[in-house]
């Protein structure tokens, strides 16, 4: 899980857990309690942003400064020093959560699209799409293509078919096509006033 240090300031060598989302600010009841006067009262947000983290100023009084520039919204780094009033915060990420950041990114699926295509053109033809590639390629395979048979008609009554249901839910719709069939028949001899 991702945490802020605090590196200089009060509570200097404090952790914070990095959650999902964090409010950084003066209030007490932030999630990370900032305790510089210059600092606003919600003075900032860290957020999960799909794999990463993103730092946002929450339209502060003094502005938010990340490695010495000032931001209203950046993508966050491990190691990357924030910057509130006087008081100075690290952001780091747990090893495993380090190693996936720095993991080769695995192409879209349009690349790896476009990269099987020129592969099955290449010297080598379709199976040239089998053989490896680099790290965090999608690798095809040749498949046929799905094939269905037409089901053999049982004994159908408006599409449906008898034999695939079972026996309370045939003895339901005999019970229910026969009063059907009694709701015409009364029906008729109304109109027809017989």
């Known amino acids: 899980m991702p945490k802020l240090i605090v590196t200089e300031g009060p509570n200097t060598g404090a952790e914070f857990n990095v959650g999902k989302a964090v409010i950084l600010g003066r209030l007490e009841t932030n999630d990370v309690p900032i305790q510089d006067g210059k600092a606003s009262r919600e003075h900032a947000k860290i957020f999960q942003q799909g794999s ?5 100023d929450l339209n502060s009084s003094n502005g938010t400064f990340v490695n010495g520039q000032k931001i209203t919204k950046r993508v966050l780094k491990p190691g990357d020093e924030i910057a ?3 008081v100075q915060l690290r952001f780091d990420l747990a090893m495993d959560e380090k190693k996936r950041a720095e993991a080769p990114k695995r192409k879209s699926l349009d690349e790896a699209f476009e990269t099987a295509a020129k592969q099955k053109d290449a010297p080598g033809g379709a199976g040239a799409a089998t053989s490896s590639g680099a790290p965090g390629d999608i690798k ?14 049982g004994k159908s009554l408006l599409g449906f078919d008898l034999s695939q249901m079972g026996g309370d839910a045939k003895l339901i719709l005999t ?13 008729g001899f109304q109109v027809t006033g017989k």
């Open 140 to 153: 095809f395979k040749n498949h046929q293509p799905l094939q269905f048979r037409k089901v053999k008609a």
């Open 52 to 56: 990463e983290y993103a730092i946002v």
């Open 175 to 187: 019970i229910i096509l026969v009063g059907f069939l009694a709701l015409c028949i009364y029906l």
């Open 84 to 86: 509130i009033g006087l």
